[in-house]
């Protein structure tokens, strides 16, 4: 069982940064590949970035490849979604997931876990 709670989200002017951080209970977290998913409102939930359990890989949504950096400590239980040049569309409640297994990693259904969200609201 991997329990997750993301934070850092919030108000920030278009052009601006925030590093969101998503901590998993556990002692097996380090077993566990994560990804970033989004949902505006309105929207269907999409993918925004992967990494693998052992953070050699990474993989991004085209919409933010080069602006966002997916990246984590295994031995502090968190991944953490560095976000440069936030455009308004990046506006969203953002979610970490974890997956054990997984072969598509932009599927959200393919992920075991999911944590609460984290609002990330990008001004003009």
């Known amino acids: 069982q991997v329990q997750l709670v993301e934070s850092g989200g919030g108000l920030v002017q278009a052009g601006g940064s925030l590093r969101l951080s998503c901590a998993a209970s556990?002692?097996?977290?380090?077993?566990?590949?994560m990804g970033w998913f989004r949902q505006a409102p309105g929207k269907e939930r999409e993918f925004v970035a992967h990494i693998a359990w052992s953070g050699t890989s990474t993989y991004y949504a085209d919409s933010v490849r080069g602006r966002f950096t997916v990246s984590r400590d295994n031995a502090e239980n968190t991944v953490y979604l560095q976000m440069n040049s936030l455009k308004p569309e990046d506006t969203a409640v953002y979610y970490c997931?974890?997956?054990?297994?997984?072969?598509?990693?932009?599927?959200?259904?393919?992920?075991?876990?999911w944590g609460q969200g984290t609002q990330v609201t990008v001004s003009s």
């Open positions: 997931a974890a997956a054990r297994e997984i072969y598509y990693y932009d599927d959200g259904n393919e992920y075991d876990y």
């Open positions: 556990g002692r097996t977290f380090s077993k566990y590949a």
